[in-house]
């Protein structure tokens, strides 16, 4: 069985559509329809249902697709430690973070993981869908590592870089902006709020703390970075819920009175990736005491 014909029937499993599979793996749409139907031949099972709209894995489909995931690991492992015994841990590793934000110093790790693995080389990027694109980015194999602030909901192995705790974000000019103490959720549900995309960790979190406590709040500006939130705050448009993680010129801080779980970010390793050297030379980057 070529492996070639496993990397086509995971790839349109991921994506649902032959076409973006297709495009994914830089391969033609007729040679991956025409590998997945010499799979099925092979296997003697289908694999995909089909429709108009979406290609979708059938029920022996779904139950060969780890299979099929742990095969193609193999044989990636298997390549990499062929091509390290001469040369050293090479290849590329796709990293997703947030925009705009240093929770760790990613560009100095990298610089000495270059000096100790000049072979390994680094692309990162960011999602606009926050730690849930990240999540998907992973389960689809697009992303090798993630810092995410949600608990992982697949195969994805998450260990936590650190976490920051929940602070009220007021205009200079808010009622509460001069008063002491933290200040209560409930306390800001009529004021308008500012806030990240859904998706984000924060916003996921805040979501549900706040419909735990019954408290609602009209949000009248999303936006798609942690750190730009207060500046819209100082503008005067409203006030947000962050993590105490990002500057906040022109704006009052208080401390939240509400018993808020802290914002964890974590660095996650997508299910695919988890036994490429390449890949763990990095997490030891950045888990390395420093």
């Not at 099972?45 to 779904?62: I, N």
Request: with cysteine; aromatic share 4%.
């Amino acid at each position: 069985m070529e492996t070639r014909l496993l990397e086509y029937f995971v790839a349109v499993a991921d994506e649902r559509n032959v076409t973006a599979a297709a495009g994914r793996l830089f391969a033609a749409q007729s040679t991956v329809s025409a590998g997945l139907a010499s799979l099925e031949r092979e296997l003697g099972v289908r694999l995909f249902e089909r429709s108009t709209k979406a290609v979708r894995p059938t029920a022996e489909g779904e139950a060969l697709l780890a299979h099929a995931r742990a095969v193609l690991a193999g044989v990636e492992t298997l390549r990499g430690v062929a091509s390290e015994s001469g040369t050293g841990v090479r290849g590329l590793v796709r990293i997703g973070t947030f925009a705009g934000l240093r929770v760790i110093d990613l560009p100095e790790i990298l610089g000495r993981l270059r000096r100790s693995h000049p072979l390994v080389d680094v692309r990162v990027t960011v999602s606009a869908l926050g730690s849930r694109g990240l999540f998907d980015d992973l389960d689809r194999d697009r992303l090798d590592l993630a810092l995410t602030a949600l608990p992982p909901a697949s195969g994805a192995v998450s260990r936590p870089l650190g976490s920051f705790p929940y602070v009220a974000v007021l205009p200079e000019a808010h009622p509460l902006a001069r008063v002491d103490g933290p200040i209560a959720l409930a306390e800001l549900s009529r004021d308008d709020w500012i806030d990240v995309l859904p998706g984000f960790g924060n916003r996921v979190q805040l979501d549900g703390e706040l419909e735990r406590r019954g408290v609602t709040r009209h949000i009248v500006a999303e936006v798609g970075e942690l750190a730009t939130v207060p500046e819209y705050v100082a503008a005067g448009l409203g006030v947000a819920v962050i993590p105490d993680v990002v500057p906040k010129a022109g704006c009052r801080v208080r401390a939240v009175a509400d018993d808020l779980p802290p914002w964890t970010v974590s660095l996650t390793v997508g299910p695919s990736a988890a036994h490429r050297r390449h890949v763990q030379a990095v997490v030891e980057a950045i888990h390395a005491p420093r």
